[in-house]
């Protein structure tokens, strides 16, 4: 039986009111007892923000992963001591321990290296005789994309572009033939179309940084986009997945191609990047340096000069900019 309908509706009332006060003073007890834990993941060697650097809480349940300019907020850590642990793939684990208060926000960056001095049970160090590393951009592109791949939550590759060094003519398509499951189709000369796991591009869309790329091409009226016309000079990685996942549009039959755009929040100090190179025709190599018929009805040169420059500027942690050119003639 309920007793609460035997009561006056005056004592109901105010018996509602009381219970609603007491819920809320139970639920702001709790939450006032918990913290935030924020701030960066820095790779010190190369000065790059960590994107997928894995954070938690020693102790508890709590994990999350860094954006693309490398921050990190945890929420609801019990206050106190709380002993926070990043991990990246290549690179040192690191944890400190960060003083949470009740209802407050601590701030804690992280500097990750890779090979860190370490110290004995005693407190001496630990010397080991010297060991040159080399290490290239080719080689930071490869762990993090090794890292996107481990924490990804489908079947997903992920490729740096600086991966594979210098890429001719600049021609995304021309990276595209690195990537697993891609199927290159050339036209003349240059690297146009392709299709992923026997599927044609028209039924893989292609992103950048989550927003569809449109075709350029004014002479079809398909979904598909042509490589060619799409600089790899600002373009940081390529993700290629290929498993369909439930937001996927529903032309992605075997999957969609994702490419990030280089961010200046992903660097702690500017970076000046740049290259020159020569393009020429097998078929015209004995004669570099000067005009020959074609293409049309007039004499060209068929080496010519290419350049290429990119210049990432991290103003602070709110603005930053990116400046990208270059030219190339086939």
Known sequence: MNTTSLLPPVLRA?????????????????????????????????????????????GTGLETFTDSSGQYRLTNVPAGAARVRVFFTGLDV???TVAVTAGGTA??????????????????????????????????????????????????????????????????????????????????????QFTLNGVPNGNVPISVGGFDLAGASGSTTGRNVLLDQISLNNISRIEVLHTPTPESPGMALAGSVNMVPRSAFERSKPVFNYSVYLLMRDNH???????????????????????????????NKRFGFTLSAGNSTQ
């Open 107 to 192: 701030q804690r960056d992280f500097s990750l290296e890779a090979g860190a001095r370490r110290t004995g049970p005693a407190g001496d160090v630990v010397k080991l005789g010297e060991f040159v590393v080399a290490t290239s951009k080719e080689m930071d592109g490869a762990a993090i994309a090794i890292n996107e791949q481990r924490f990804a939550a489908s079947i997903k590759n992920v490729v740096s572009a600086d991966e594979f060094g210098a890429i001719t003519d600049g021609n995304v398509g021309e990276f595209f033939k690195y990537l697993p499951g891609i199927n290159i189709n050339v036209a003349g000369g240059e690297a146009r």
């Open 285 to 315: 190599r004995d004669l570099p340096f000067s005009k020959s018929p074609g293409p049309l009805n007039k004499d060209t040169y068929k080496t010519n000069p290419g350049w290429e420059m990119s210049y990432v500027v991290p103003v």
């Open 94 to 96: 690191r944890t400190e």
């Open 14 to 58: 105010i018996f509602a009111v009381a219970l609603a006060v007491f819920s809320a003073a139970v639920s702001s007890a709790q939450s006032a007892a918990t913290g935030t834990v924020e701030g960066r993941v820095l790779n010190v060697r190369n000065g790059e923000y960590l994107e997928r650097a894995r954070v938690t809480v020693e």
